[in-house]
């Protein structure tokens, strides 16, 4: 099996450290530093995801001329993903989050908008050839633009065609399977979307215009509505001790597409997705959980 994925690409470094006392210069914390960690993050979040099930990945991004341009390749091939980028002038997409005892202190972030002209010749990289899927992860940090999606409906004519729309949410035709969470679904719709009911409308809403397959919205702990070819349903979202939500949605995006093409359901389908998504909030940092992980559950629940 094999799925491109395309977006933005980005570190996660996870610094540990401890806060015992607070700065005498101002009312701040001090953060005595320890030591960091670092993941594949974004777009590269979702294919760690989809390296994990054993899917061959192809992850096409733009990162900086610079070493965490370097580690974020070195990362990516450490886990079997084949990293396709391009380097910018700007530098790579970067968040760092303070952690002291699990809990998180501060998160910094790195970035500057890539260039549309960048942007576009990322897509000279693309050779659409034999993918079973394609991934669109946009976190309007500028790799994702109208032109990207243009280039995958032309070139994706018959391929599994996925996309977390962001701010590209309306410009999503064409799509097998758009995956807003609930904060774009409200920005898309400009409705505040209180209700689990008014959610599962606008879902409804968005399915019709848009012309999907399936438009899954995700509301965190309170779980996903589903509107589909196949109908409509709701997943609730799995009880668990929430540690981190660094992820989820990625998690939830790469299982799905996964899962279609493994040939369940569009409920089946979401229904595995909560089990991988309630594993990576029990874990510290964008964890990525295994087959066996998911499928444990879900025999030990059934």
């Not at 389908?269 to 499928?295: C, K, M, N, Q």
Request: with cysteine; charged share 25%.
């Amino acid at each position: 099996m094999r799925v491109a994925v395309i977006g933005d690409v980005m570190l996660d470094e996870y610094a540990f450290g401890r806060v015992e006392r607070i700065s005498p210069e101002a009312p701040v914390p001090v953060f005595n530093y320890i030591s960091s960690k670092f993941l594949p993050g974004g777009a590269a979040n979702v294919a760690l995801n989809l390296a994990r099930l054993g899917v061959q990945v192809h992850l096409y991004g733009i990162v900086g001329d610079d070493p965490d341009g370097e580690e974020v390749a070195i990362l990516c091939e450490s886990v079997n993903i084949a990293p396709r980028f391009i380097k910018s002038k700007f530098r790579t997409l970067k968040k760092t989050r303070l952690l002291s005892k699990y809990h998180h202190v501060l998160r910094i972030d790195y970035e500057e908008k890539f260039l549309k002209d960048e942007a576009v010749g990322l897509l000279d990289l693309i050779r659409p050839g034999d993918y079973d899927a394609v991934v669109v992860s946009n976190y309007d940090k500028g790799t994702v633009v109208e032109e990207t999606l243009d280039f995958v409906r032309r070139n994706f004519t018959t391929t599994f065609k996925a996309i977390d729309p962001k701010s590209l949410f309306w410009k999503a035709v064409g799509f097998d399977l758009v995956k807003p969470n609930l904060s774009e679904l409200r920005k898309a719709m400009g409705m505040a979307l209180e209700d689990i009911d008014e959610v599962k409308r606008a879902t409804e809403m968005a399915y019709d215009k848009l012309g999907a397959k399936a438009v899954i919205s995700t509301m965190g702990d309170r779980g996903m509505w589903i509107v589909s070819d196949e109908g409509e349903f709701y997943v609730p979202a799995l009880k668990r001790e929430v540690i981190d939500i660094t992820g989820a949605g990625d998690t939830v995006l790469a299982w799905i597409v996964w899962a279609r093409l493994q040939g369940y359901s569009w409920k089946e389908s979401g229904e595995i997705a909560a089990r991988a998504a309630a594993l990576t909030v029990s874990h510290l940092g964008a964890y990525a959980p295994t087959y066996d992980e998911v499928f444990e559950g879900l025999s030990s629940a059934s």
